[in-house]
């Protein structure tokens, strides 16, 4: 692989839910090879091995209508973001995916690299000297 596989400078939503940010983004090298996917990362916790990212893909959100398998993987998850592996925190997980899978499913398509103007703007400031702008958006 040569590029980035996870993008969250590129997302169709962000839920702070407490000290666990969600995601709804896409996981993919490429337009053509991604899927939507729920992230979830710890709000609070910044810096290399203090926290792993965790993915929820459209192609397993199926496996999260199981019980046993949503207390698996938030168990697992909730130690992956450096939480305590409490029932409160791996509660607040498992909320955290159950609640969110609506959105993964209503997910558009990832937006290409291409980008157009939508919009032009103009800003005039305090001295009534007016600056151009374009406001661009992904294809």
């Known amino acids: 692989m040569t590029g980035h596989v996870l993008d969250l400078t ?5 839920h ?3 000290d ?9 090298e490429s337009h053509d090879d991604s899927e939507p996917c729920l992230v979830l990362t710890a709000r609070y ?7 792993v990212p965790c993915c929820v893909a459209l192609s397993s959100a ?23 592996d409490d029932m409160t925190n791996v ?5 955290a ?5 609506d959105d993964l499913v209503k997910m558009p398509n990832r937006p290409t690299d291409q980008k157009y103007v939508a919009a032009d703007a103009v800003i005039t400031d305090e001295h009534g000297r007016e600056h151009s702008f374009e406001i661009v958006d992904h294809l």
Do not use: E
Request: net charge positive; charged share 20%.
């Open 10 to 14: 590129r997302h169709a939503f962000k």
């Open 16 to 18: 702070d839910i407490g």
């Open 20 to 28: 666990i940010s969600v995601w709804g983004t896409w996981i993919g």
């Open 45 to 51: 916790r910044t810096g290399l091995g203090k926290s």
């Open 62 to 84: 199926y496996k999260y209508d199981n019980p046993r398998y949503l207390l698996q993987r938030a168990m697992q998850f909730t130690k992956a973001l450096g939480m305590t």
């Open 91 to 95: 509660h607040k997980v498992a909320d």
């Open 97 to 101: 995916i159950i609640n969110h899978l």
